[in-house]
């Protein structure tokens, strides 16, 4: 790697110009397999972003304790364990966090989706009903009235 320190930039290995201002490489010449695009750039941060995926669940897995688990799940116990513990914090009565380990497992599990649906698809409640019935009564005293000033309006200019 050489460096220009007129410019501010250096010569990686692989023949890409990087400029020490703009933190970025600035030149490509003459391309190569090794040179840094914008789909490598893509691919290598994908291919780190599934490392830390990997070293992150078998951390997980490393520190589960309870060898039953670690026989029927394998590499997963890691996840039941959690399961294990989010239930028992969502059925603990006084635990300000029950609810939101409740949430957690319904959306982990898809039961959420499956309560949404059956939401959607359920009737309307009593109480939304009534308030449409009174708006819908609302709209017919209103054209009523705007009718009967019409006629009025009209009884008025024949007469006057």
């Given at each position: 790697?050489?460096?220009?320190?007129?410019?501010?930039?250096?010569?990686?290995?692989?023949?890409?110009?990087?400029?020490?201002?703009?933190?970025?490489?600035?030149?490509?010449?003459?391309?190569?397999?090794?040179?840094?695009?914008k789909?490598?750039?893509?691919?290598?941060?994908?291919?780190?972003?599934?490392?830390?995926?990997?070293?992150?669940?078998?951390?997980?897995?490393?520190?589960?304790?309870?060898?039953?688990?670690?026989?029927?799940?394998?590499?997963?116990?890691?996840?039941v364990?959690?399961?294990?513990?989010?239930?028992?914090k969502?059925?603990?009565?006084?635990?300000?966090?029950?609810?939101?380990?409740?949430?957690?497992?319904?959306?982990?599990?898809?039961?959420?989706?499956?309560?949404?649906?059956?939401?959607?698809?359920?009737?309307?409640?009593?109480?939304?009903?009534?308030?449409?019935?009174?708006?819908?009564?609302?709209?017919?005293?209103?054209?009523?009235?705007?009718?009967?000033?019409?006629?009025?309006?009209?009884?008025?200019?024949?007469?006057?």
């Amino acid at each position: 790697m050489s460096t220009d320190n007129e410019r501010g930039t250096k010569v990686l290995r692989n023949g890409a110009v990087y400029d020490m201002g703009k933190h970025r490489i600035v030149a490509n010449p003459g391309g190569g397999t090794t040179a840094i695009t914008k789909q490598t750039a893509s691919d290598m941060a994908e291919i780190r972003r599934q490392r830390k995926q990997q070293l992150l669940e078998a951390g997980a897995a490393s520190a589960v304790q309870r060898g039953d688990l670690r026989l029927a799940h394998g590499d997963d116990a890691w996840i039941v364990e959690i399961g294990s513990n989010m239930q028992v914090k969502a059925t603990t009565q006084d635990d300000p966090k029950a609810v939101e380990a409740a949430r957690f497992l319904f959306q982990e599990t898809g039961r959420a989706e499956a309560r949404t649906q059956a939401h959607e698809q359920a009737p309307v409640s009593d109480t939304v009903a009534a308030v449409l019935l009174l708006l819908d009564r609302l709209e017919r005293y209103r054209v009523d009235y705007v009718d009967a000033q019409a006629r009025d309006a009209d009884a008025d200019r024949e007469g006057g």
